[in-house]
Every structure is written in structure tokens, then in C-alpha cells.
């Protein structure tokens, strides 16, 4: 998919949802209450949030509220912090992209995300690449063979490869191409087609791998894992 921003409104309705690309928020006017990873975050003015792929999260805004949002599937987004390091400066140029969005003047959006990348801050990966810390891969699979119908989170794999979340996904995404949750998606129907080539019934499976229910299972393994590297 190609970068898009888009101002979008956000209301008391309460939402939830999770994507396959990273999305970056940022609250104009009232405030955003979200919750992802099980953690709450409220979002006032001035303030944004880094949403990286395949985070789960929810959020409504009571008293109503306007967001500059990206979506992008560029990777180098899934790597960078989750707040940039100094606000002013981002919230500056979100607003004259938001009055630019409204005006429809003729800002290019490639150049607008490539602004807001560079005001955001370094991605994480080539400072997380120079620490010289291996993952243990085969290692962490065979821990998460007896562990898949947990509700693990990138925290919990983080903890079991020694790292810290921001570093475990970096690293994640340097060797597998994939988020941690991806590769967390990717194991448990690797092992969901291993128990189902032994014979086993498909709600049994479901229940073993991690998935609410036989058909939600059904319908990821008809999607497709991806590599499960």
C-alpha cells in the first residue's frame, strides 16, 4: 500500500481493530483514548502514537476529537519509536499538513510522510542491529510449542529472548521480514497444520494454537501464514 494521510474524526463509539501495516496518530483537537497491548494511553492535542502492525487496540473519543493519521506499510515505520523524542516540532508540521489536507492545497504526500519521518526520529534497527545480540530462534519456537494457546503478547517473547519490545521487534523485523505478532500468527498455524495433517479435529486444534473459535482458525489457515522463519 502506498502512505496516505488522512484527517479523520473520531467519536464516542467505541472501535477496535488491528492492521497488517503501521499507523501513526495524532490528536488535533480533544483527546483519543486507546488501549493496545492492554495498556491505556489517552491522547490529548499535540500528542501522537506510533501503531505498529498487528497491534490489537481500541479506541473512542467521548467528547469527539480530529486525528492526522498515517497509514503506511513502509517498514522502517514498524521499527521507530513509539512517541517521537520531542513533540513541538512534529505537532508544528502535522497542523500545517492538517490546514493543507483541508484547503486542498497541492502538498505532494510522499513528500508530507517523508517530513513526518524525519521529524518523528531515527527508526530503531541500525542501533538495536549494532548491540550484537542473537535471537535464538529455534530456541523460541520450541518454547512456544507448549505455550501457543496463551494470549502471548510482544512483551512475552520479548522477556524469553532477553531483549526489550522495542528491540525484539526491531530485530524481528531485520530477520523474518514479518512484526513480532506476525511471526507469532505464523507459528501458530504452522503448528495448527501440523496438528490437523496428525488427524486432529479442527476445534481441538483451535483451542491449541491460540484461536477463539474452529472457524476463525479455518479462515487463517485458508488466508495464508506467510513465512514462519
Do not use: K, N
Amino acid at each position: 500500500m502506498s502512505p496516505t494521510l488522512t484527517l479523520r474524526h473520531y467519536g464516542p463509539s467505541r472501535g477496535s481493530h488491528a492492521h497488517d501495516h503501521a499507523q501513526v496518530l495524532w490528536t488535533l483537537d480533544g483527546a483519543l483514548e486507546l488501549e493496545m497491548d492492554g495498556r491505556g494511553q489517552r491522547l490529548a492535542a499535540g500528542q501522537g502514537l506510533l501503531i505498529p502492525p498487528g497491534a490489537l487496540h481500541d479506541f473512542e473519543a467521548p467528547q469527539g476529537s480530529q486525528c492526522l493519521v498515517l497509514d503506511t506499510a513502509d517498514p522502517a515505520w514498524a521499527a521507530r519509536a513509539p512517541a517521537p523524542e520531542h513533540a513541538q516540532p512534529v505537532d508544528h508540521l502535522v497542523r500545517f499538513l492538517a490546514a493543507s489536507l483541508q484547503q486542498g492545497l497541492p502538498v505532494s504526500q510522499a513528500l508530507a510522510v517523508q517530513l513526518l519521518a524525519q521529524a518523528w526520529g531515527p527508526g530503531e534497527v541500525r542501533a538495536v542491529l549494532r548491540s550484537g545480540r542473537a535471537i535464538d530462534w529455534a530456541g523460541l519456537r520450541r518454547w512456544l510449542q507448549t505455550r501457543l494457546a496463551a494470549p502471548l503478547t510482544v512483551a512475552d517473547l520479548a522477556a524469553r529472548a532477553g531483549l526489550a519490545e522495542s528491540q525484539f521487534r526491531a530485530r524481528c523485523l531485520a530477520a523474518t521480514g514479518l512484526t513480532p505478532m506476525q511471526w507469532l500468527r505464523a507459528q501458530r498455524l504452522a503448528r495448527a497444520r501440523e496438528l490437523r495433517a496428525a488427524g486432529l479435529p479442527v476445534a481441538l486444534v483451535a483451542q491449541r494454537v491460540g484461536y477463539d473459535s474452529p472457524s476463525a482458525l479455518t479462515a487463517a489457515l485458508r488466508r495464508g501464514a506467510g513465512p514462519a522463519a
